[in-house]
């Protein structure tokens, strides 16, 4: 399988510290030169090339990701749940006999009143709506876990980290601290976890 080939650029030696220039193609940061190069980070993307890229790289943890690919497909992760709770509290509400009361007895003898009651039977486009959103909703976050784990691994390795700082999630105010590590700025020295470029 052959890739995007790479644009001539020099391989200097990635230099150390901070200073550098704006992320771009070329020496330091050696980012994408064309949104179809999926092996380097495509700094300034767009929001389709950021989910383009967000699924082309399903199941790629070597190389790097941009702050705007990471959150842009965090934003388009962010909308289709969106659009699932549309459709899940809409049939919900089609679904609810408001006109019902409910009389519940409590242990101690005494009784309350709630109205309101969802009744599917009545309402079949209620049901229809809350069942696909849950089916929605089931789909798409098995279809985005492992494109989830690889971009925010590459993210983290476009900030000079171990992509196994995304294990932080699974401990205490750990998630709070791998939020932040993803919005660190890209450092030069994650060009280590590049995959070899083809011919070099």
Known sequence: MSHFPAPDVPHAPVPPG???????????FDGAADPRDPI????GASFPQAIRRFFVGYA?????????????????????????LVLLFSGLIIATDWDAQTVTSHPDGTTSVSNGRIDFEAHPIGQVLFATALVLFGLANLATIIPTLSITWRRLHDANLSGGFWFLGFVPFGGLVLLILTLLPPKPPGRRFDRPRIGS
């Open 60 to 84: 790629q943890f070597s190389g790097r990701a941009s702050r705007s690919e990471f959150w842009y497909s965090r934003l388009f992760l962010a909308l289709v749940s969106l659009v699932c």
């Open 40 to 43: 380097r980070p495509l700094y």
């Open 18 to 28: 901070y200073g550098f220039p704006a992320p771009g193609s070329g020496e330091p």
